[in-house]
């Protein structure tokens, strides 16, 4: 299984952004999918995910209510829409898929795509 992720990118705080993040070489609804970032000198952090069929999502609490994950598993993609984008959102964004098709916990990921960076200018 391999991950590819798109769509980063330079924007103004307020602005939005769409991240794309296709699978290859399996099907994406036995996965849970989700999104995770990092800044440079900190740890990967958990960003979103969501159940194998998009029915159950989960949040961190400091992108609830601007960030929107969706699936789109007939043609294996899953996206994370990013509304009202601040300086704090600047990092580097990666997809991830989980064995385990009802995993929203992050550790329940277990393959990743190479990152998309994403820059908040204020």
Same mark, same amino acid.
């Given at each position: 299984v391999q991950l590819q992720a798109? !769509? !980063?990118? =330079? %924007?103004?705080? !307020?602005?939005? @952004? #769409? @991240?794309s993040c296709a699978l290859f070489g399996g099907t994406f609804s036995s996965y849970a999918a989700g999104w995770f970032r990092q800044i440079p000198g900190q740890? #990967?952090? +958990?960003?979103? $995910?969501? %159940?194998? $069929?998009g029915t159950a999502k989960r949040y961190a609490d400091s992108v609830k209510g601007r +960030? $929107?994950?969706? #699936? &789109?598993? &007939?043609?294996?993609?899953? /996206?994370l829409q990013m509304t009202n984008l601040r300086p704090g &959102? =600047? $990092? %580097? /964004?990666y997809c991830a898929a989980s064995s385990h098709p009802y995993g929203l916990g992050p550790q329940d990921f277990n393959y990743w795509g190479q990152g998309t960076q994403v820059t908040v200018s204020s």
């Open positions: 798109s !769509g !980063g990118g =330079t %924007v103004q705080a !307020g602005g939005s @952004l #769409r @991240l740890e #990967r952090e +958990f960003v979103a $995910a969501t %159940v194998w $069929a +960030f $929107a994950i969706s #699936r &789109d598993n &007939d043609n294996n993609m899953c /996206y &959102d =600047t $990092a %580097v /964004y």
